[in-house]
């Protein structure tokens, strides 16, 4: 995962068919600013060796998570406050998984359409245990399962997953996530979850979260933000349990995550 505690922006020329471009780069680092410089003319070099045909493309490569750290759980999961202003828990083995419609097959034509949530919902998770049964990569493996406010979440314990691997994608594609969200996970190197409400559900004002902040200004109205977006969030959860399927154990992460969405309350979720 690239998610650090110093940013650095730099700024250099490319040439592209025989023409300079300017061109602009980011570099992190959990050490110091100069260290991220270091890093950003590191990929801005890349880049250009990649143009001239230097470099082989390289599926190593992960895309930034610029996103402000909130908590460190511990070295590979952590917590940080995405663009809308939500906290959100990145994971770099720990497979998260979220589903928001109902996956159609051949005899689901013939069935009636969901017309609530909840019937939405219930079809999810029947498809969520007839995966986890037939599934050779899951046999053994728990499964722990949630309703969102406009789906369900799934969390397998019992063994870690590589994000980046082709065999990931493929497994969350048999549980009809959402793509986007499996691509994610392959170019960012990690799995995520929101732990806070979307401020949009309690019809909080929108607040666009930039990271790093350029000025006291910016940082003063984003305190300010966050400061109303904590005080409205404690009425609202994020998950509620629905069952748990198979040997399921319960690790520090997971209860970070069970804690900080609000699993057990009878909160509202959103």
Known sequence: MRIFKFWTQIQGTLMVGGQPQRAFAYGGSNFSPQAAERDARARLDRVALRIAGQLAKDDSYEADIREEVLAQIDEGNL????????????????????????????????????????????????????????????????????????????????????????????LLRRFNSDWLYACLCRRQGCFRARLTPKPSRMKLRGHKVVFPRQDEATESQHRAWVAEYDRVRGSYAVCRLVCSLGPVSINPVIAWHDRETGVGSELKLA
Do not use: M
């Open 79 to 170: 917590v940080t406050r995405n663009r809308y202003g939500a906290a959100v828990l990145n994971c770099a083995e720990l497979l998260f998984i979220d589903i928001d419609q109902p996956r159609s097959g051949f005899w689901d034509v013939l069935r009636p359409r969901p017309k609530s949530d909840e019937a939405k919902k219930a079809r999810i998770i029947a498809q969520v245990k007839r995966v986890a049964a037939k599934a050779p990569e899951l046999r053994g493996l728990g499964l722990r399962v949630y309703e969102t406010h406009s789906g369900v979440r799934v969390v397998v314990t019992g063994r870690t997953f590589d994000p980046k691997a082709a065999s990931t994608t493929k």
